[in-house]
């Protein structure tokens, strides 16, 4: 199997021109048409994810955020992102991320989060004129008062913890959601006529919401994590006997007391 045939997949799935312009999606490290034996998918290229890749004899990981962002000045080992590289390189291991190509698909990352939450009739909030564009908005199976609806939140998601703001009084039907960091689309999730919004790295001040709407941060990875089952099905879809296997080391970087 070559590199470029399992990115092939991906990106019919989430095409690389759909990422942002600051985005950096795609090949990161390594030759698309290096051969690989054994698929690793992940959430962040961390060193511990390169590290793991290197124990279970992957020569390929694919990640949602990209290894490099933006241009590296140095490469050295006296930071994270320098050991990452250095370890990927040294053991001639492929780096691939699709990220907010894959958060800008209907099934990808904000519609797989619709999917654990049973949401129905799910929509783009953000579209394009192709239809495609950031989190999405979908009914609930049935309204639901605050208190029930946080519970299902909760259980559908496996939540520790997640803040909200003031519950609201009447029923909620309508919920729209963005993976990840979604602020920027508070106002639009309001106008579109939702009850609540769901995301990830939501503001202090975002809190205070106007009546008969509701806001609940569940943090960027509990919001995004089940991406890698989804890129673990794109690609098994495809190739069911191919060597692929998901990450042990895809943690939250973000700890509780």
Known sequence: MKAYQI???????????????????????????SDVTKLLIGFDPSLELIEEAVKVGADMVVTHHPLIFSGVKKISQADLTGSAIIKAIK???VVYSC?????????????????KLLLQNVQVLD????GDGLGVIGTLPEPMNSQKFLSHL??????????YSRPLD???????????SGR????????????????????????????????????HFESEVQIMRVVYDIVME??????????NNSSNPVYYY
């Open 127 to 130: 579209s394009d004129e192709n």
């Open 184 to 219: 920027s689309l508070i106002k639009k999730a309001y106008h579109s006529g939702a009850q609540v919004y769901l995301s990830g790295d939501i503001s202090y001040h975002d809190f205070y919401c106007p009546e008969g709407f509701m806001i609940a941060d569940i943090g």
């Open 7 to 33: 990115a092939k997949v991906i990106e019919e799935f989430a095409p690389l021109g759909l990422q942002e312009q600051w985005d950096n999606s795609g090949f990161c490290i390594g030759d698309p048409d």
């Open 238 to 247: 495809k190739f069911p006997n191919f060597a692929v296997q998901i990450a």
């Open 154 to 163: 909760k259980n559908s998601l496996s939540l520790s913890h997640f803040r």
């Open 170 to 180: 009447g029923m909620i039907e309508k919920v729209a959601l963005c993976g990840g």
């Open 91 to 93: 053991h001639d291991i």
């Open 99 to 115: 990220h907010t190509n894959m958060d800008k698909v209907v099934a990808g990352v904000s519609g797989s989060l619709a999917e």
